[in-house]
C-alpha cells in the first residue's frame, strides 16, 4: 500500500525540491573546471600567442598604440581644474573614475581595455585611431578563430555530449570564425555609419557659430549618441555572446548579433549577477593555477638544487630570476621556459573567459527563450 506523501500545514503537497533547477547558475562551476582541461588551455595558449605575435609586429611597424592616450592627454588641464574628467565621465558625481579603476587592474586587462577605449576618444588623433583599430581587428580575427572552437568544446562538455578532440575543436574554430568575426565587424560598421550625422555637426563646430548652434541642440545629439552608446556596449559585453551563439546554435553572424543583443538587453540584471559569480570563481580558479605553477617551478628547482648544491642553485635562481642578459645558453633557455609557463598561465585566463561565456550564454538563454540548458545544434550527419 503506497503512503500518502505528508501535506503542508497550507493543505498543498511537498514536493522534491531539484537544486539543479532552482540554482542553475552551479553551471558556471563547471564551465570553470573546463578552463582547466587540455584542449582548453592548448587552444588559449595559441590563441595567447597569435595575438602577441600581432600585436608585436605592430609595434615592431611604428603603429601607435596609445594605450596610455587616455590618461596623458590632457594631463596638464586636468590637474588645474579637472574640467575634462566631468566632461567625459558624469557619472564620476556618483561612482569612482572608470580610468582609474581600469589602471588598477592587472597589467594586460587594463592595457586591453585602453586600447578597446581608444577609438572612441575624442582625443585620439587619427594615426592613433586607425593604429588601435588594427589591433582591435587582429584581436577579433585571432579569437574568432580560437574563441569559437573553445566555446563549442566547453558547450559540448557542459551538455554532456561526446567531447571533440583538439583537431575536431579547432576544425570548427575555423569553419566558424566568419561568423564570429562578422558579428563584431557588422556591429562596429553600425557604429560609424550612425557617428557620421555628428561628424557632419563637428565640420560646423569648426567655427564659433557652428559650436554655438551644436550647443543649441546638443539634447538632441546626446538623444541620438544613446543609439551609439547601446551598440557600443553591446559590442563589448555582447560579443562573447556572439560567439557563444556561434559556437552553441551553430548560427551565422546576423543570429549571433540577435541573440547576443537580445539576451544582454532584456536581462541585464541577471547577465550582471552571472558575471559577478563568474570573476568570484575566477578568483579560486587562478589561485588554482597560480598554485600549481608556482609548485611545478619550485619543486623543479628543488629536485635539482640537490645535484647543483647551494651555491650553485643561488647562482642559477638569481641569474634566471634577474631577467638580465646572462650570456651563459643554459640560463637563457631556462628563461625561455620560465616565460614559457608564465605564458600558460597568462593563457589561462582567456580560457577560463571563453569557457564561463558558453555557460552564461545557456543561462541567459534559459531566462529569455525558457530553452533547457541540455539543448544544443549537434553537428550535421557526414559533416565534418
Known amino acids: 500500500m503506497t503512503e500518502t506523501p505528508p501535506a503542508a500545514p497550507s493543505g498543498r503537497i511537498v514536493h522534491e525540491v531539484v537544486w539543479s533547477d532552482a540554482f542553475s547558475w552551479w553551471i558556471l562551476f563547471k564551465a570553470a573546471g573546463q578552463a582547466f582541461a587540455p584542449t582548453v588551455l592548448i ?9 602577441w605575435a600581432g600585436l608585436s609586429l605592430a609595434d615592431s611597424l611604428g603603429i601607435p598604440a596609445a594605450v596610455e592616450l587616455p590618461a596623458e592627454a590632457v594631463a596638464s588641464e586636468a590637474a588645474t581644474t579637472g574640467a575634462e574628467a566631468d566632461f567625459f565621465s558624469p557619472s564620476g558625481v556618483v561612482l569612482p573614475s572608470l580610468p582609474g579603476l581600469i589602471d588598477r587592474l592587472p597589467t594586460p586587462v587594463a592595457d586591453l581595455l585602453h586600447l578597446m577605449v581608444t577609438p572612441w576618444n575624442p582625443l585620439a588623433t587619427t594615426a592613433e585611431f586607425l593604429g588601435s583599430l588594427a589591433r582591435i581587428f587582429w584581436f577579433i580575427l585571432v579569437w574568432s578563430i580560437f574563441a569559437t572552437a573553445i566555446v563549442r568544446h566547453v558547450a559540448l562538455r557542459l551538455v554532456d555530449e561526446e567531447l571533440p578532440g583538439f583537431r575536431c575543436a579547432l576544425g570548427f574554430g575555423c569553419r566558424k570564425w566568419l561568423a564570429s568575426f562578422n558579428s563584431a565587424v557588422f556591429v562596429f560598421v553600425g557604429l560609424i555609419a550612425l557617428a557620421l550625422p555628428g561628424a557632419g555637426l563637428g565640420l560646423l563646430m569648426r567655427f564659433d557659430w557652428g559650436l554655438a548652434v551644436a550647443g543649441a541642440i546638443w539634447p538632441l ?13 553591446g559590442l563589448a559585453a555582447g560579443w562573447p555572446l556572439m560567439v557563444s551563439a556561434v559556437g552553441v546554435e551553430r548560427g551565422d553572424s546576423f543570429q549571433a548579433i540577435s541573440t547576443g543583443f537580445s539576451y544582454l538587453y532584456q536581462r541585464p540584471i541577471h547577465f550582471a549577477f552571472y558575471s559577478l559569480i563568474s570573476c568570484l570563481v575566477a578568483l579560486l580558479a587562478f589561485f588554482a593555477a597560480g598554485l600549481f605553477a608556482d609548485a611545478t617551478m619550485n619543486l623543479a628547482v628543488f629536485a635539482t638544487s640537490f645535484g647543483m648544491g647551494h651555491g650553485r642553485t643561488a647562482d642559477v635562481v638569481a641569474a634566471v630570476t634577474s631577467g638580465g642578459n646572462d650570456p651563459r645558453w643554459g640560463v637563457q633557455a631556462l628563461q625561455f621556459w620560465t616565460d614559457g609557463l608564465r605564458t600558460m598561465l597568462a593563457a589561462f585566463g582567456w580560457g577560463y573567459f571563453w569557457a564561463i561565456a558558453p555557460a552564461i550564454y545557456l543561462l541567459l538563454r534559459q531566462d529569455v527563450d525558457a530553452t533547457e540548458l541540455d539543448e544544443i545544434v549537434l ?6
Open 43 to 51: 587552444l588559449a595558449t595559441l590563441g595567447s600567442l597569435a595575438t
Open 379 to 384: 553537428e550535421e550527419p557526414g559533416e565534418a
Open 221 to 233: 545629439v546626446l538623444l541620438g549618441a544613446v543609439v551609439l552608446a547601446v551598440l557600443a556596449i
